[in-house]
């Protein structure tokens, strides 16, 4: 199986920029396709953005869509979470997962699709 590892989180201030990382070991990361999720403190967490195994598929949930942007590097085990314009709202907890979906192309924005977890890393956007 899989394990995941997420950096890059951190407090920065509404208007500004944060990548996060989310690094692979114990299996090669082309085998899933990859989401981010967040979750708020009393939220449920939700689906933030996606990508399929080949890289070729994304979505975006709506509140984030066209201001983070997902892309992965299938040689280095990483998939890569850019988020521009931070906005308070987008404050949480943010966790890579991965489905072992057997499509390249595949993608899916439900939580229960998603097989492993990683540990989660703090956004706070905040003045």
């Known amino acids: 199986q899989v394990q995941l590892a997420e950096s890059g989180g951190g407090l920065v201030r509404p208007g500004g920029s944060l990548r996060l990382s989310c690094s692979a070991s114990?299996?090669?990361?082309?085998?899933?396709?990859m989401g981010w999720f967040r979750q708020a403190p009393g939220k449920e967490r939700e689906f933030v953005s996606g990508?399929?195994?080949?890289?070729?598929?994304?979505a975006h949930g709506d509140s984030v869509k066209g201001r983070f942007t997902v892309f992965r590097d299938n040689s280095r085990n990483v998939v890569f979470l850019q988020m521009d314009a931070l906005k308070p709202e987008d404050t949480g907890v943010y966790f890579c997962?991965?489905?072992?979906?057997?499509?390249?192309?595949?993608?899916?924005?439900?939580?229960?699709?998603?097989?492993?977890w990683g540990q989660g890393t703090q956004v706070t956007v905040s003045s």
């Open positions: 990508i399929s195994r080949n890289g070729g598929e994304t």
């Open positions: 114990g299996r090669a990361m082309n085998n899933y396709a």
């Open positions: 997962a991965a489905d072992r979906t057997r499509w390249p192309t595949n993608l899916s924005t439900h939580i229960s699709d998603y097989d492993y």
